[in-house]
């Protein structure tokens, strides 16, 4: 009896592009919620960042969700005000690295674009230097 090997990632069947198609229905579910929930308000229903919450001090993503309200209002100096690290290298970054994704996918590849180790200690470095330079300012 011979063995039939699944492709390398992923199902029998199931075509590449849908993982990040599904990750980009599941980004345009949250911003449809959060475009009309404003997390400046208190008393919303969004969950509080857990290392403010058991610290008192901001984490490097602090203000996210601050921000993309106010990106998805057309508020840049806002969102920049929220976090503006996050704004200026981790939008386009996770942007990038989405669009190498779709790309890959679309050209038959299961496997999303790997950050290496480099790039994870880059993330590291500056996510840990803006983490202290905003709790000091």
């Known amino acids: 009896m011979s063995r039939t090997r699944l492709p390398r990632g992923g199902r ?7 993982a990040p198609l599904a990750v980009l229905g599941v980004g345009a ?12 308000q208190e008393g919303q229903w969004l969950p509080r960042c857990p290392f403010n919450w058991l610290t008192g001090l901001l984490c ?17 100096a806002a969102a920049f005000h ?7 290298l981790g939008v386009p ?4 690295l989405y669009g190498r994704w779709l790309l890959a996918a ?27 330079a905003r709790n000091l300012m």
Request: glycine share 10%; aromatic share 4%; net charge positive.
């Open 60 to 76: 490097p993503v602090c203000g996210g969700t601050r921000m993309v309200y106010d990106l998805l209002h057309g508020d840049l």
């Open 106 to 132: 679309a050209r038959g590849r299961r496997e999303p674009p790997q950050v290496g180790n480099r790039g994870a200690l880059m993330v590291l470095s500056v996510a840990s230097v803006w983490m202290v």
């Open 93 to 96: 970054a996770a942007l990038t």
């Open 12 to 18: 029998r069947g199931v075509p590449p592009l849908v």
């Open 82 to 88: 929220d976090n503006a690290v996050l704004l200026v």
């Open 29 to 40: 579910a949250a911003s449809l919620y959060l475009v009309n929930t404003d997390p400046h």
